[in-house]
């Protein structure tokens, strides 16, 4: 008992009241006491127990980048609230495939699947595999990543307006030559940035169209992806990078300083997601936010909504992306040598 009251800093007799169910505590409080005694390992009692309302499938990619397990967590703390059981399930290369997951999740009799960034997010990938599920029929929920013809919530970051702020970030701060880094083209996530870059390009810099894609490269997403990349913007002139994840942003700082550049003097990055730790690296990374926790409440909302019978409106919620500025950008080196100019004049 003292134990649980330090954890949940609470009295005893508070404890007391919630673990025999007695009335006058606050629900806050009430909650605060069944985590810590989860937390510090004790069984609830009986009556105490929530029963699951059924398993949920959770599908993530490979859990490198920090985005997805973010993701992860809270899908899986919302579904539990919910009094669902989420069962997660991570992909690696040349490991479980999706589809095979798929069959797993389908065996356990699971209530609905979440999906996130997952074959839906590949235009060249069959959406029958989808199809095949609504029809059964299982409720489903896709996060980052919009197909045509799926009958099921989506949930996505804009991208395009990310690709727009980005641009009109650098451009804000005398940046002329502007380079994308994000990954393969078959990405409907990347087709949207790439979308957004184009017309910010255009709009803020005056760039003719048909010069739009010189300072574009599409690669593997991860840092050495960003590296390689950046390597071939950097001997372009780019002094602005903007990258399609932070891994990638990481890679581009790395390019730079194996070239003695410095970051933000030099070259300026800008990554997204703003996962964590982004803003305790050298230099702090400046990055468009995916709003993580609202993106996976309504992801989870949703497939409740679809698993209840209510029905969730079959359409994509786009959540609008954050600008986070920190210390990887700063003047571009020509404005800042005519700043300098006209205070010595």
Known sequence: MADIARQ??????TVSRVINDRPGVSPETRQAVLTALDVLGYERPERLRKRSAGLVGLVVPELDNPIFPAFAQVIESTLAQSGYTPVLCTQSPGGVTEDEYVE???DRQVSGIVFVSGLHADTTADPERYLRLLARPLPIVLVNG???GIDAPFVSCDEQLA???AVGHLASLGHRRIGLISGPHRFSPVQRKLAGYRAAVQRELGTPASEVDDLVELT???VEGGEVAAERLLNKGATGII???DLMALGAIRAARRRGMSVPGDVSVIGFDDSPLMAFTDPPLTTLRQPVAAM???AVRSLVDEINGHGSPRSEYLFRPELVVRSSTAMAPARRKLTADASAA
């Open 163 to 165: 690709g727009e702020l």
């Open 220 to 222: 593997l997403f991860g």
């Open 146 to 148: 919009h197909t045509n």
């Open 243 to 245: 990258c399609g994840s």
């Open 8 to 13: 949940a800093q609470v009295s005893e007799a």
């Open 104 to 106: 797993m999740l389908l």
């Open 296 to 298: 996976a409440v309504a």
